[in-house]
């Protein structure tokens, strides 16, 4: 007489069903046109010739479809030296709300220092062009020089600018005003226009619908295989 295992083929089932009711992947995208020509920043690409060009902030109008979750104006910062975007432009971008997983930051310690750069200097930094050429070259600095870096006299961004340079240096130390203060950081990304960084508000809503981690789903398969290979019918 054979008997059949019904408890291991219902875990099956019922991991295939969890699977299946996993959330998909539902990346929310924001399409902006771009207002103006930014700032005029200068800098020495690799400590070569001087060169300049347009960094933030940058002034943007949502075009249609809008996204409700933001301002129908909005204003970035760059984080991209390898594309562009001109005026009058329109792009669409992915919101990214995790820093660390935007192409250009990447780690961790990245997203922690721009964030603290932005919390001690955002508001500056729309004080004056002066200012804001300054707190984009100490952004580029973090971005592409590292976590760590200082010093506009090594790496890929280097210049002479005394107000950028005292940013970075003031990096790591105690201060008391906080310019994030109910506000945050996301990254706009897009893989063929200039990425963007954005501050925006603390009630601002998640995406929709937060995609499965790779890891689960695949550990889930890889459970259902094995519960798949022991289905063997007993003697009794």
């Known amino acids: 007489m054979l008997a059949r295992p019904a408890r291991p083929l219902a875990a099956v089932l019922a991991v295939l069903g969890l699977m299946a009711a996993a959330p998909r992947a539902s990346a929310e995208t924001i399409n902006l046109t771009l207002n ?3 700032t005029s920043v200068t800098y020495k690409p690799n400590g070569g010739s001087s060169t300049t060009v347009n960094g933030g902030p940058f002034h943007w109008t949502q075009s249609t479809p809008l996204n409700t979750n933001y301002a129908t104006a909005v204003t970035t910062y760059c984080i991209d030296l390898d ?3 001109s005026k009058g432009g329109t792009y669409t971008y ?6 660390k997983l935007a192409p250009t930051i990447g780690t961790a310690a990245k997203a922690a220092v721009i964030t603290e750069l932005f919390d001690r200097y955002y508001n500056t930094s729309l004080t004056s062009a002066a200012s804001a050429a300054a707190f984009q070259l100490a952004l580029w600095e973090l971005v592409y020089d590292g976590a760590t870096s200082k010093s506009l006299s090594a ?3 280097q210049g002479s600018n005394s107000l950028a340079s005292s940013m970075l240096g003031s990096l790591g130390g105690a201060y008391s005003t906080h310019d994030l203060a109910g506000y945050h ?3 706009l990304v897009s893989g063929t226009k200039q990425d963007q960084i954005m501050v925006v508000k603390d009630s601002t809503p998640p995406p ?4 499965a981690p790779p890891g689960v789903v695949l550990a889930g398969i890889g459970f259902g295989s094995l519960l798949l290979g022991r289905l063997r019918f007993r003697k009794v």
Do not use: K
């Open 155 to 157: 790496g890929r961004i």
């Open 208 to 211: 929709s619908a937060v995609p």
């Open 185 to 187: 950081l996301v990254a």
């Open 36 to 38: 103006d020509s930014g």
């Open 83 to 85: 594309q562009t975007v």
């Open 94 to 99: 992915t919101v990214q709300t995790d820093l």
